[in-house]
Nanobody, 127 residues
Framework: QVHVVESGGGLAQAGGSLRLSCAVSGPSASRYSIGWFRQAPGKEREFVAAISRSGGATNYASVVKGRFTISRDKERVIVYLQMNNLNSEDTAVYYC????????????????????WGQGTQVTVSS
């Protein structure tokens, strides 16, 4: 059974930074591509960033490109989301999701393409 656990959320000031972590555990955990999504109050869940199982390919939502960076550790079982220059519109619950993939699978951006989800971590940006 694969488990996905997020950590690192909290309160930041506008212009500040936070780093989220996503730990994937279970059989073949390193073979999962990972996506970050977020959901603000009253809004639908939206794609933020994703990384391939090898770490060689990434994809970002346009609203975070240039501010957020997704990466994964050497063992490929922890994925980080470095968030810089935060603004109030980044306030949301951030979810990490995993998808079992083959090496050539492109990075996915739709929530329904991911099979394992974490519980979410709250990020609040104060202006």
């Amino acid at each position: 059974q694969v488990h996905v656990v997020e950590s690192g959320g909290g309160l930041a000031q506008a212009g500040g930074s936070l780093r989220l972590s996503c730990a994937v555990s279970g059989p073949s955990a390193s073979r999962y591509s990972i996506g970050w999504f977020r959901q603000a109050p009253g809004k639908e869940r939206e794609f933020v960033a994703a990384i391939s199982r090898s770490g060689g390919a990434t994809n970002y939502a346009s609203v975070v490109k240039g501010r957020f960076t997704i990466s994964r550790d050497k063992e490929r079982v922890i994925v980080y989301l470095q968030m810089n220059n935060l603004n109030s519109e980044d306030t949301a619950v951030y979810y990490c999701a995993a998808r079992s993939t083959i090496l050539t699978d492109p990075v996915r951006t739709r929530a329904d393409e991911y099979t394992h989800w974490g519980q979410g971590t709250q990020v609040t940006v104060s202006s």
